[in-house]
């Protein structure tokens, strides 16, 4: 029986489970956010929520219990620095796990983002999904010129093996010389 375990195991023995987890933080830290599917990442939640109470601390001992897990000092810099001075007057709940509607094509998973909640000031709030691209439209002002029709170009290479023996064959039909 699994009475008083809180974590999930996600399929793997427990020091890759804390290997996947870590990473999972360390690319939440240096990105902002993160895919992946929802079960790593309310194991990644559990723990930069722990990593960024300890970012609010900001006690030596602190820095090193981060180090532990991120294992890169630019990344506990970033930490201490920018990420754990936003959530200073909050008492927790310092990430957000977003369910996306489309689930993992290979197994079917249940995906998410995985994010901060607060932004620093002056970025613009975006949602978890991100948006397709507008395209811009062209202004009336400007008149559109028909590009000229180009010839197909015989002397580019084939872009396949069985193209360029097509190509000579054709050849040898119509009488010319393969060059």
């Known amino acids: 029986m699994r009475h008083a375990k809180r974590n999930q195991r996600l399929s793997r023995p427990s020091e890759h489970k804390e290997s996947l987890v870590n990473g999972l933080v360390k ?3 240096f990105h902002g956010q993160i895919r992946t599917t929802y ?3 309310k194991e990644a939640q559990r723990l930069a929520d722990r990593l ?3 970012g609010k601390d900001g006690s030596v001992h602190s820095r090193r219990r981060a180090f532990r897990v991120l294992q890169n000092r630019t990344l506990v810099k970033q930490l201490f620095a920018e990420i754990a001075p ?3 007057d909050t008492p927790g709940g310092y990430t957000r796990v977003v369910r996306l509607a489309t689930l993992r094509r290979g197994d079917g998973a249940q995906r998410a983002v995985i994010a901060f ?3 620093p000031a002056g970025q613009p709030a975006t949602s978890a999904a991100p948006r397709p691209a507008q395209t811009p439209k062209p202004s009336p002002a400007a008149p559109q010129r028909p590009e000229p029709a180009r010839k197909p170009d015989e002397s580019k ?3 396949g093996f069985l193209d360029g023996i097509r190509k000579l064959w054709t050849r040898k039909e119509q009488g010319g010389s393969p060059s």
Do not use: D, N
Request: cysteine-free; charged content about 30%.
């Open 27 to 29: 690319s939440l830290i």
């Open 39 to 41: 079960a790593r990442a």
């Open 52 to 54: 960024v109470t300890l």
């Open 86 to 88: 936003r959530f200073v």
């Open 117 to 119: 909640s607060r932004l």
């Open 157 to 159: 290479k084939p872009k």
